[in-house]
């Protein structure tokens, strides 16, 4: 009996596994995979699977490739050309369903290179960036510089970015700044076969000295506000005062018993 | 008599603690284009000991087909000496978010802070029928250190009825009035009969 109710309990299982599944209509793009780098015009394969349901149309679209037609029978796949402008750009697949539904897949992100004979050199906006705080965070200012003269600042994925000393701070691959301690260094650039860089000073300060003009105050805490629902980016953010990983209320309540001035007040 | 569609204040207790955050309307169940006051009260603390409340980040949910966030009225709780506060109020299209900071010293907070307070007052314009959950969505409490606080919630809710649903009266009422009515018309017969 027991035996009977099991397998009839197993059976039960899988058939409600199996109505899951079906109901679980899903759709991504298979191929190109996100982060590559194209180079203008070059022709790629993209490749969109659905699963767990009919499909009456599968498309692709997206401002880094020439848009095809859309297909009514798998394989869904194409071959398209990438557009020439160079950049971050999107591709998404969308399918319309047999019940009349559209079921859209997570995008996926092409770096569209630049033309290298186009590019004259790479430079920084700016000779020395100075960050705000420790945890500060800024986008590495570096441009291309064209053969016309133009100047278009790099975008994610189109330079090799790194940090001369990530102690003071870091760098990630989109050219994002991170102020991890105080102190010096450089940022670097390559592209194109080109390299650039700059000087990132990152500030020490009193701890709940945001603005750092010596005094823990007013302006203090308002600046700590505007930066609410972030979390730290780094172990040491000053704004992070009790070090929990998230800025909100209670580094501000910490703040006012820093205060240098009674009831923090400036104004 | 239609029964007004009314839900108490109550439910969801978020932690545990003796300590409380309360969110009550000033009335279950009120008609369309009536105001309803919310309170959140704070309730539960040691007075004069610690902790005391010192910093509170809270997001009141409500559904903006059934009300429509009308002002507020701040309590003082947190500013123990009369002094002034940092308070902060922003919205959503279905929240309002109540930020205050006390400015005062934590010696000052734990010693005269009372146990029970209020933290703002938020009235409401009915304007849609239905019943609106009233649910703080997300605390951030802090004590007079900016330690974390944990306090249990209890959320709250109101009903809204129609204006054109005019409640009817009662039937004991109009079982009254039918009764004098009668012994009135009875009477007036009696002495037309004997005059």
Known sequence: ????????????????????????????????????????????????????ARTR??????????????????????????????????????????????????????HVARNRAAISSLI???????????????????????????????GAGEAAFTSQNTAVAAVDHQGWITAVAPGRTVISAEAYGRSVSLHVEVPGADRGDLDRNGRIDMDDLLQLQTYFGNK??????????NRDGAINALDARVLTTLCTIPRCASR | MKILSVIGALVAVSSLSG????????????MLGSTVAVAVDVNGLDAGASPALGVYDITLNYDPAVLTYASISWGTGLDVLGLGSLRNLSFDQNTVRLFELSLDLAEDLNSLQPDAFRLATISFQATGPGTSSLNLMSTTLGD????????????????????????????SLLG????????????????????
Not at chain 1, 70 to 86: C, D, E, F, H, M
Not at chain 1, 233 to 239: L, Y
Not at chain 2, 176 to 195: D, E, F, N, P
């Open chain 2, 144 to 171: 007079a250190f900016g330690d974390p606080l944990q306090l249990s919630v209890v959320n709250g809710s109101v009903g809204v009825q129609a204006t054109d649903q005019v409640p009817e009266p009662q039937y």
């Open chain 1, 57 to 110: 149309l599968v498309g692709v679209a997206g401002s880094a490739i020439e848009a095809p037609e859309n297909l009514s029978t798998q394989p869904y796949r194409w071959q398209v050309k990438t557009t020439g402008v160079p950049g971050e750009h999107k591709i998404v697949a969308v399918a319309l369903l047999e019940d009349g539904r559209v079921i859209a897949a997570p995008p996926v992100t092409l």
């Open chain 2, 19 to 30: 300590a409380t955050i309360t969110v009550l309307p000033s009335a279950s169940g009120v």
């Open chain 1, 124 to 154: 920084a906006d700016l000779p020395l960036l100075p960050m705000l705080f420790v945890g500060d965070r800024a986008k590495a200012p570096f441009s291309a510089v064209l053969l016309d003269g133009q100047e278009e600042r790099l």
């Open chain 1, 1 to 52: 009996m027991n035996t009977h109710l099991r397998t009839i309990f197993a059976a039960l299982c899988l058939v409600a596994a199996g109505r899951a599944a079906a109901n679980a209509q899903t759709i991504r793009v298979v191929s190109p995979a996100s982060g590559v780098v194209m180079q203008p015009g070059q022709e790629i394969i993209v490749d969109v699977s659905v699963t767990g």
């Open chain 1, 232 to 241: 730290a980016t780094t172990p040491n953010d000053a704004r992070d005062l």
């Open chain 2, 176 to 195: 009254g009035l039918s009764l004098v009515i009668l012994v009135a018309t009875q009477r007036g017969i009696a002495r037309r009969q004997h005059g």
